[in-house]
């Protein structure tokens, strides 16, 4: 894996022409340099979109670092997208591999919206950052998408975390989980109830450097056991689960509005 691809956030746009010699233009910004790469002289329009709208996104990604440059590759064919990731076989919708993003044709077809580009960016840049300060190492599903939905402020209901309360013990401990809400509660009680991302940020950092030892790492990140860490997590849980039942206990809905019940 090169450290191109470490750091790159790469979109498949729709296009069949076969690639030329990559051009490569690059605008300061505020929170860093913005790179954009493409083939063609026609793709310039497109890479001016894409370039601005990261500069515009970049600042979502940057709450958890700030890293002075982005890389952006315009690809104009799956055939180039697999031979980018070096994989072969037809890939459609939304892949994410190497911390680069990449939108297929097809998934450009279904849902062009100027709306769904910018959620695809965002998500990409916070992945991205995600990926670079765990030196490229596998990240565990609760702390990546954890990560990405609090950063990108896509919320779970809260049903979700009374669901989360009733299963077993060590969740924080497995890198592997099918339900992405587990990590939203869980970042959301670091950045709430243990003074913001800096844990986290030190998590990731240690992965880098330890990419085997998960559980060491994040006891050394917070200063505490697994076992006490997911304590916490849970007490911290449900009183967010009694605080939403108090709420919908103390009111009756009228319409859009919440009014107490005077009875």
């Not at 765990?134 to 209901?157: C, I, K, Q």
């Not at 592997?176 to 800096?198: I, K, Q």
Request: hydrophobic share 45%; charged share 25%; aromatic share 6%.
């Amino acid at each position: 894996m090169t450290a191109q691809l470490l750091r790159g956030v790469a979109f498949i746009l729709l296009a069949t022409v076969a690639a030329a010699a990559q051009v490569r233009v690059e605008v300061p910004g505020a929170s860093g340099r913005i790179h954009v790469s493409f083939s063609e002289p026609g793709d310039e329009g497109q890479a001016d979109r894409l370039r601005e709208l990261a500069a515009r996104l970049k600042p979502v990604a940057d709450q958890l670092q700030n890293f002075d440059e982005v890389e952006i590759v315009v690809v104009r064919s799956p055939r180039e997208m697999e031979q980018r990731l070096g994989e072969a076989g037809a890939l459609s919708g939304v892949s994410y591999v190497h911390g680069i993003l990449f939108l297929s044709p097809l998934a450009w077809q279904v849902n062009p919206t100027d709306e769904a580009l910018e959620q695809q960016m965002t998500v990409a840049l916070v992945r991205n950052t995600i990926v670079r300060l765990a030196g490229g190492n596998r990240v565990p599903d609760w702390l990546e998408e954890g990560l990405v939905s609090v950063l990108t402020r896509r919320p779970f209901s809260p049903a979700s975390a009374e669901v989360i309360v009733r299963r077993a013990p060590l969740l924080l401990a497995q890198f592997d989980t099918e339900d992405p809400a587990v990590g939203y509660w869980a970042v959301r009680y670091f950045v709430e109830a243990r003074g913001g991302l800096g844990e986290l940020r030190q998590v990731l950092r240690l992965l880098a450097q330890r990419p085997d030892s998960f559980i060491e790492n994040l006891q050394l990140a917070t200063g505490t056991s697994v076992g006490e860490l997911e304590r916490g997590w849970r007490v911290w849980l449900q009183r967010q689960i009694d605080e939403e039942r108090r709420k919908r206990e103390g009111g009756v809905r009228e319409g859009p509005l919440i009014k107490k019940d005077e009875n």
